[in-house]
Every structure is written in structure tokens, then in C-alpha cells.
């Protein structure tokens, strides 16, 4: 779980995203990032126990900056309003599939997994994964336990191409998942579930049900 001053602090930076605040408020982050760094070192340990590739890693392997890079962005502000960890072999920085929670106040919060932004010659081995492997893959995301977290994989706005990829056929019966630019699951997290002590337990649930799914796709990557 997390502290309500985790959660206020986060929600005061949103409406002061600024240097001289920040500043003045350094010890509230560090008291925050403290608290943040715990959870992720408690779900390092508590995962590992299903997925030993994350048994080396430590917390600052996981955690992101709260730093924005605002060269290319038209968004100037230079803090992020949240708090987020990235659990995956290799650290944060790995080209793999791999676990994700993400802490924002206001609703904004979830945890998720999988490959987003891969590059295209990752997509592509994912992709024929699916297609030589169809019924292994549609065997994880039919699992009860995935269907009741996750429903299926995400299909938000520009997660998906318009047309089938070049070599696949309309009617190749694994083409709603081939035409997939992204492949994520995620669940949403409520403000007071962020503070309740059941926390740990639902994150870790949704990792371990994610797990054959991550395994799947870090298969075909690494083949």
C-alpha cells in the first residue's frame, strides 16, 4: 500500500508542475519516493517468487524518473504527476515484454504489462508467433483468470493497424490480434485502493495472470 501523502503530493505537484515549487517541496517527494520505493521492492520480492527473471533487479532498476524530458515535448512541465516502475529482465531500459504499474491520483492509475513501442522487427516475430501459434495464444487469453482481469488485449485508439500487415490474409483467423501495433493489458486502480493494504496482493495477481502472456511474446522476440 501506499501513504495518503504519497497521493498528496503527487496531486499538489499536478497543479504546481514547476521548479520553485518542487524545490521547496523536495522533502515531500523524498518522503514519497521512499514510500514508492517500497511497494516496488515488496513486489519484486513477492513476484520473483513466479517469475525468477526478476529476482536481480533492485528498485531503482524498476523505477522511472519523475523528471520529464521536455526537448522534443510541446509540454514544458518538468515533472511527471506520477510515479511509475517497469519490472522486466534487465531493467526498465530492456527491449522486453515485461510488468508495469503506474501510480497517478484523479483515476489515472493501473497496472499493465506486455510490448508497447516495439520496434519493427519485434512486432514483426510477435506477429508471426501468433499467426504459427494461434491456439497457444488464444489458449492464455481464453484463461478464466485473464478473461476476468483483463477482458482482452488493449484496443484503445491507434493500439491497432487498419488493414491486415503485408503477407496475412483477412480472413487468417488470428488477424484482429496480427494487426495489433501494441501488445498490452492493464487494469485500473482506484485512489483508495492505492492506500488499502490489499494492494500488493491485486498488483501481484495481475502479473502472475499476465505472466504466460509476457513469456508468449518475449519467446518470440528472443527466438
Known sequence: MLQETTLKFLKELKKNNNKEWFDKNRTRYEVAKTDFTSLVTELIKSHSKNDADLAPLNSKDCIFRINRDVRFSKNKDPYKNNMAAYFVKGGKKSWLAGYYFHCEPGGKSFIGGGLYGGEPDQIKKVRQEIDYNWSAFKGILQQKQFKKLFEDLSRQEGMSLV???????????????IKLKNFIVSVPVTDEELTDKKLVKKIITCFA???????????AMED
Open 163 to 177: 488493414r491486415e500487415p503485408k503477407g496475412y490474409e483477412k480472413d487468417n483467423p488470428a488477424i484482429d490480434y
Open 209 to 219: 495472470t499476465m505472466q504466460p502472456l509476457l513469456k508468449f511474446l518475449n519467446r
